[in-house]
């Protein structure tokens, strides 16, 4: 099956010309088990220092990982907070989101000290996945509430926005070239943008109906990218026509897409949680085709949710349902 698709996606088409792709390769994996069992560990952020730190969503703490020696330094947090994702700020600080109290934490830390900020209203308990702005702002989704968020980092003031599609489910969200933050709305078929202006949500219907988009990751020429958690699919959504287009992944209608990220050759990274062990594909929007399949052999995955490039280090960080830390070497 799989030879099949990668067979039709390297045809070349009739009306231009394709750059002939390289051979599928895999890159190298390595893990780091985290010492706190059965803690989902995930959504890991490298600091300046080269700390990879992560969060525990079933253990409930925030912790870093030091790769150069594999130790690992856990830091305590407010019991029900279940945080989902973490950032790390310029000045070294780091945000996490509590997944089941409604609050942003910043961490200090040099000193263990938490400060939060409780959303304004009650009904927005989940805050899910962060991301800065080119002003140092952070963006938010609030998958079970249905809204997104804005937070000013100087002052704590935060302001939610509601999603205007009933059940949409706001997933995972970046920041454009432009610094306008899109999202996807993973119980619906789109796609997001927020007029930083307006505080607005402008949404664009993919043209699937049966589309499912659950990550995002955008490149340096501005499109936006998501995988098709039901249908199999990485889809490119275009902000300067409203179009999209969408390529078969590996594993098609099996692979279940989920972590996603793009790296600094504007390759598109996926991770197919469908098939055990879980597979890191890679694939290049300058050939539309599939360049490398990686098995995450050591753990499995179970199921990778998150992942993030390293710029300095030419890396991809995750966290996988099986208790690892894990980093890829891109090419």
Do not use: C
Request: proline share 9%.
């Amino acid at each position: 099956m799989r030879s099949a698709i990668l067979a039709l996606l390297l045809l070349p088409t009739a009306s231009a010309p394709r750059v002939a792709p390289p051979p599928v390769a895999p890159v190298e994996i390595v893990e780091w088990t985290v010492p706190w069992e059965k803690t989902r560990p995930r959504d890991p952020y490298v600091d300046k220092q080269g700390r990879v730190w992560f969060v525990g969503q079933a253990g409930n703490y925030v912790a870093y990982l030091n790769p150069t020696n594999g130790e690992f330094k856990r830091y305590e947090i407010d019991a029900g907070t279940n945080p989902h994702n973490l950032i790390i700020a310029e000045d070294g600080m780091v945000w996490y989101s509590g997944n089941r109290n409604g609050r942003i934490v910043k961490l200090d830390p040099a000193t263990g000290k938490l400060t939060t900020y409780m959303m304004p209203d009650k009904a927005v308990e989940d805050p899910h996945t962060l991301i800065f702005d080119k002003t140092g702002n952070i963006w938010f989704t609030a998958q079970s509430a249905n809204y997104v968020g804005h937070l000013v980092t100087k002052t704590g003031d935060i302001h939610l926005i509601k999603s205007p599609t009933s059940g949409s489910r706001p997933y995972g969200i970046v920041v454009d070239p432009k610094n306008r933050p899109w999202f996807v709305e993973f119980g619906t078929n789109k796609i997001a943008m927020i007029d930083a202006a307006s505080m607005k949500i402008v949404e664009h219907t993919l043209p699937n109906p049966k589309t499912h988009p659950r990550r995002i990751a955008v490149t340096s020429d501005g499109m936006l990218w998501y995988g098709d958690y039901t249908q199999g699919t990485l889809g490119r959504f275009d902000p300067n026509t409203n179009t999209a287009k969408e390529w078969p992944l590996p594993s098609a209608g099996m692979s279940l897409p989920y972590a996603m990220t793009s790296d600094d050759k504007d390759r598109v990274w996926l991770v197919e949680t469908g098939v055990q062990p879980n597979r890191l594909v890679g694939f290049d929007p300058k050939t539309e085709s599939w360049f490398s399949i990686t098995p995450v052999s050591k753990s499995g995955g179970g199921t990778i949710r998150h992942m993030i490039f390293h710029r300095p280090t030419r890396t991809i960080w995750f966290g996988t349902d099986a208790n690892t830390i894990g980093r890829a070497s891109v090419p």
